[in-house]
């Protein structure tokens, strides 16, 4: 895992979870925090930069980058392709950065398997019908798109026991106080 003392955080959450504010409150908190940008195929979304929020690619492109092997993990969600760039994080890592890597449950897999000492988080919602009220609030998605993420959450969580660590987000500052206490702990 390279010579410096960064590791690689795991966080996985369902849609809704508060995941990305407790991510960015994170990396906002700690100079040794950072997070990894996952190339996607889906559009960018109101406010999302590129190389920032994600490395906005086309579908031909991805699967070239698939087939060339650069990517550390990649899945395919509800469409879109999201993948992660390999080499970033670990120059990140041994420049003793701590890289989190947002990503789902079937790509967590993935890495872990290949990083078994990796940190390991799942971020619970406090229950499905506060889970449902937050994405219904986001208004991104259709009725349709929404069942569907509920339905994937319900999987998601019956996934979280393979996790190290499991914080439920029933208050955003308390969860990421959690978090940054869990990767903390690990300090060498």
């Known amino acids: 895992m390279g010579s410096g003392n960064g590791r690689l955080v795991i966080i996985s959450a369902p849609s809704g979870t508060g995941k990305d504010t407790i991510i960015s409150r994170l990396t906002e908190m700690r100079q040794d925090i950072v997070l990894s940008v996952s190339a996607t195929t889906r559009d960018p979304r109101k406010g999302e930069t590129e ?3 994600y490395y906005f690619v086309s579908r031909d492109r991805f699967l070239e980058m698939v087939k060339q092997g650069e990517f550390l993990e990649y899945a395919e969600y509800v469409g879109e392709y999201y993948g992660t760039p390999t080499k970033p994080v670990y120059e990140h890592i041994s420049n003793g950065m701590n890289v ?18 990796a940190i390991t988080i799942f971020i619970a919602p406090p229950d499905m019908e506060e889970l449902k009220r937050r994405l219904r609030m986001r208004g991104t998605d259709s009725e349709e798109k929404l069942a569907e993420r509920i339905d ?17 987000n029933d208050d955003l500052n308390r969860a990421t106080n959690e978090v940054l206490s869990i990767i903390e702990s690990y300090k060498n």
């Not at 994937?152 to 914080?167: F, K, M, N, Q, W």
């Open 152 to 168: 994937r959450a319900r999987l998601e969580l019956e996934e979280s026991a393979g996790y190290d660590h499991i914080v439920v």
């Open 100 to 117: 989190i890597l947002k990503i789902e449950v079937q790509g967590a897999k993935q890495v872990m398997s290949l990083e078994p000492d």
């Open 51 to 53: 190389g920032v929020s």
